[in-house]
């Protein structure tokens, strides 16, 4: 073997060498460097929740971990189309770092204890505590972010009046497109929650906006509203068959039932009687039926008809309370016979007649009286009235019996009489019906002598007990 050959050998010998030495070398330098990464770090080939974080300490892996939490985007979508981005950070939401640090140190010990040379990928889960800036939130879900679109409101379900059925009827809520913030801060945090359990750190969120964030109607086709329904409808009902029928003696007047009904408005839920018609209706009956503080005309037993100005006897039909009452009558749905609320009453009548047959009838000129009950003539009587002047005439018109009594004692401090009367029958203004025994005679001018009275209308005693027996408190009296 040459020189040469020798050479070449050695030389093959030196790089072999040199490669083994360097291979020994680089073996060992990875074996420095693969327990150095196990040793100081959460090791090779790992992952949490899908994350990368080989070769990271624990210090490390808790930043990128909280990181990649928070630059997790959120995407919201409305009607197919993308209408506002956010990250979890904006939306307040973070990875409590203590809890994330203790769980990284326990995953570190827990993996120090089954290190292999040969490592393979391995994904774990491990315990976080997710925090929640409301605040933040509540500044990144106002409705502002999420476009121009032009929204509509939710209805509620509602009562209404229905034209073309003539009855209340339920509309039925409608839900609207207008975001109801705290509904859609719910909402997100529900897609969240769900999002955080299966993909914490990887991925996007998508979110769409529906009903779960819009504003809903707060009233819904309840029992509440079908109970409501029922009772305005019955209502109603009551309202368009009411009648009601006004007895004035023999005589009737009837509110009828499509007068009512013309009266009937509704306003919302509300079934309102126009009290302006049925006080125009009530005013009606009084212009035709009230009798009293109206000048009387009397046909009287001499076959002349006079009129008398101060008629303070008969009927007065109270506006007020009518119109109250009727409210109630029509409100009960029942077919009402009554008398109308009076404020003034006589003692009885036959439509606009409220004597019906029943009066005392007294002539000044005449110096008579007539006593008549249920149309028949009991009794007539001369009689002697007021002297003829100004303090002691007896007044005209029309009143009713105040009392009688029996006996009853006369007095006056003006006249200084005291004088007892068998029979007492006043009328108006301390004047009555009374025997008088001092009286001799009775009829004719006597009044215009010294023989008149004070203003009282004297009677023979017989007669005045005749009239005592046959008349009470209320019975009408005339004098013209």
């Not at 126009?274 to 009606?284: K, T």
Request: net charge negative.
């Amino acid at each position: 073997m040459d020189n040469k050959e020798k050479n070449r050998k050695k030389k093959i010998k030196v790089i072999l060498g040199i490669c083994i030495a360097l291979f020994l070398l680089l073996g060992g330098g990875l074996l420095v460097y693969i327990h150095k990464v196990d040793t100081d770090t959460l090791g090779r080939k790992i992952t949490i929740y899908g994350l990368d974080v080989s070769g990271q300490n624990v210090e490390k892996a808790g930043q990128t971990i909280r990181k990649a939490f928070q630059d997790k985007k959120v995407v919201f979508r409305e009607d197919g189309s993308q209408v506002y981005q956010t990250t979890v950070e904006e939306l307040g939401y973070s990875l409590d770092e203590g809890t994330l640090q203790s769980a990284l140190t326990v995953l570190k010990q827990q993996r120090d204890q089954t290190r292999t040379f040969l490592a393979s990928w391995k994904n774990y889960e491990i315990e976080y505590q997710v925090n929640k800036d409301e605040t933040a939130e509540q500044s990144a879900l106002t409705e502002d972010h999420f476009g121009e679109k032009e929204r509509t409101e939710a209805q509620n379900a509602e009562i209404r009046y229905s034209k073309k059925k003539k009855k209340f009827v339920i509309v039925n809520q409608v839900a609207g497109t207008q975001i109801d913030e705290e509904r859609l801060r719910n909402y997100v945090d529900k897609t969240l929650e769900a999002e955080f359990q299966d993909k914490l750190l990887t991925g996007e969120v998508k979110i769409d906006l529906n009903q779960q964030a819009y504003k809903q109607p707060s009233v819904k086709d309840s029992k509440e509203l079908k109970k409501e329904l029922k009772s305005l409808n019955g209502q109603l009902k009551k309202y368009r068959k009411a009648t009601i029928t006004y007895t004035f003696g023999n005589t009737t007047e009837t509110l009828d039932s499509q007068t009512v009904n013309s009266w009937i408005s509704i306003q919302g839920t509300k079934i309102v009687i126009d009290q302006e018609q049925a006080g125009a209706f009530i005013s009606q009956l009084a212009n035709k039926y009230n009798t009293i503080y109206v000048p009387r005309t009397f046909h009287t037993s001499m076959g002349t008809d006079v009129t008398v100005e101060d008629n303070e006897y008969g009927y007065r039909i109270d506006q007020s309370g009518e119109l109250s009452q009727l409210l109630t009558d029509l409100k009960s749905g029942k077919d009402v016979v009554r008398e109308p609320v009076y404020s003034s009453k006589g003692m009885q009548r036959n439509g606009t007649d409220d004597l019906a047959g029943s009066y005392i009838e007294v002539s000044l000129d005449a110096q008579h009286l007539w006593l008549y009950k249920d149309g028949g003539l009991v009794t007539e009587t001369d009689i002697v009235s007021g002297a003829p002047t100004e303090e002691r005439h007896t007044y005209t018109g029309a009143w009713p019996i105040a009392y009688k009594a029996s006996p009853f004692t006369l007095t006056s401090d003006v006249y200084g009489y005291d004088t007892k009367v068998k029979y007492w029958m006043p009328f108006v203004y301390g004047q009555g019906l009374h025997d008088a025994p001092w009286q001799s005679a009775f009829g004719g001018n006597r009044y215009k002598t010294g023989n008149g009275s004070h203003g009282c209308i004297n009677l023979p005693e017989e007669e005045a007990a005749i009239i005592y027996e046959n008349i009470d408190g209320g019975y009408p009296i005339i004098i013209y």
